[in-house]
């Protein structure tokens, strides 16, 4: 073996503890940010794997250079050398390096990172030892830069596990970040697969796509520690010519696998991009079908795009999973996208995920999981969905993403038969239970079950469909119904008071509502030009108001009132809306505002993360039940009756006037 690779490091930890020593120096001494010393860092490590497999042996620092460089003085026998080998790295890998692109360490920080690993072979290493040293290196350091490169571990590999991926597929990742779905995938098939070939699954099998250059490097990096050979990550935008895309990776006939984490939030505003997606046009529906106008939109949503080109990518009969904003499940506004994916592709599952799944990674948007096979002929219309959610991550959802280990009885942390602790998970048990399901097994717990795809209305998300609100809706159709918008006006136009900026009026919130006696209990005085921008509808004796958004809509503590006359002509938010003009006892229709049953359908309909609210259709086609005209009328005469004595004690106690000595 050769002088300069006379060191064999057999352990990750060994590999791992250079590449920290480097990372440390470069940040103490050069001023760069920790992105930007992770970014100098990847750049050495091509040129040293560069070196290596070209057997250049120009990746080095004499001890002469090195003391030199210690004390101060310019060694260009040294930078000129390494310059030049910088040059020849990034002409061997041009898909992720700019031709502009330079080292930008100081030359003390490049001599010291250089001289640590010169006397390493990182293509002779285990390929398990430098690939889990470098794994672990950017598990410390990547969420120090951008966290938004990056999808929670055990999200990334449930989704594997759930796709099951085989040795002969070609998998991608059009928005690869740092390589998380595609090393998963690796991962995945080499500890099902004894006999893998992992220079040639890398080299054949596994592609990504990343428009930033940065991360695209990293994603390289991990693949090439693991294959020591070619690999298929490429800088560019995943969202531009498709056919190119293709001949870019040269999968003309496209993937039978796509595991993918798109940007959220994110708006394309370019029309010459938008042009080229069916989804970046405005759709309009007609008697429950929807198809595409001819006006593109002003912008849509990354995501929203990203789930056309994964469709595009696909072959015929190819499977995706997607992590994707709840909105997208269950918006209204985005019925024709959940329309569009029936029309191309078949709905295998779709998972569930908690709140704080991506808290850790800088976001608490709240997310689900898509797993579709693609379909465009759209032969099979009938086939059961399988449905999950996952409460338990095995992780805290604050900003370290703490692990969560199972505890006995005792509170002792479980420890496997390795003595390994169990993380507190259940991703575990979703995966069983979409493996029992795929083999036609039905068991319905309270956190998976399927449902027929003649059930899939216009949302996708879990709490619609669960088992709990299927039952209560069987129940609810075995009795006399009736929609709520067809025994009542729900109030939308805005107060003409609004337009008298100099008017003094009463303005009623959320926080008004004593919500256990169903009645308004404070007011706000302002001029018009002072209210917030959410004051909107003038309310009038009897009426009833009932909020559709914020946290507490259809849970116990759900806002409903009945009008009185204190409050008459006052303004109130467009967080409620204002029933009026009713074809069923007020009384009755109050009293079961509050029922379980009027909850369970508020908080199923739910929609939005920031501020959960209800729309006006879904309000609208809220179930009432009615039960016999008797018991109608009782519980009318006893709503009424509370009001009576309410209103008559608020009279008796203003009507005290005791004068104190």
Known sequence: MDLLFDIELSKEDNLLKRFEEIHDFIYANDGLSPQQTLEEFVKILFIKIFDENEKLKQFSVSSDEWNDIKSGKNVSSFSDRITALFDKTQKEYQDIFDTDDRIKLSQNALGFTVNKLQGISLLG?????????????????????????????????????????????????????????LMSALKYLQANNQKLNTSKVVSQNIFGLDINRSIARIAKMKLLLEANGKTNILCTNSLEDLDSIKLSLGQKNGFDLILTNPPFGAKITQSSVLSKFDLGYKWSSHENEFYKTRTVYANQNAEILFIERCLQLLKEGGRMAIVLPNGN????????????????????AIVNLPQETFIPYGTGVKTSLLFLEKDSKNEERQYPIFFGRVTKLGYQGNKNGTPLYQKDKYGQIVKDKNGQSILDEDFTIIIEAYKAFQKGKKNETENSFSIQFNELNGRFDFDFYSPENRKMF??????????LGDICEIVKVKSRKLKDPNLTVEYVELSDINTHSYEIINSTTYQVHELPSRASYEIQQGDIITAIAGNSVGTRKHATALVTDDFAGSICTNGFRVLRNFKIDSYYLLYYLKSELFLKQMFMYRTGAAIPNVSDIDLANIVI????????????????????????SKQQIESINLELA
């Open 125 to 181: 290493s285990s390929q398990d030892a430098k690939g889990l040293a470098f794994q672990k290196f950017l598990s410390h350091h990547e969420k120090d830069g951008r966290g938004q490169f990056f999808t929670p571990e055990p999200v990334i590999d449930f989704c594997v596990a759930m796709m099951q991926p085989k040795p002969n597929e070609t998998i991608t990742d059009p928005a690869c970040g740092s390589g998380g779905f």
């Open 474 to 483: 069987s129940n609810l159709n075995k009795t006399k119904t009736v929609r």
């Open 625 to 648: 039940h009615f039960t016999d005209k008797k018991t109608i009328a009782e519980i009318s005469d006893k709503m009424k009756k509370a009001f009576d004595l309410r209103q008559a």
């Open 329 to 348: 499940f269950e918006n209204p506004s985005l019925d024709y996208l959940r329309f569009y994916i029936k029309q191309k592709a078949k709905v295998l």
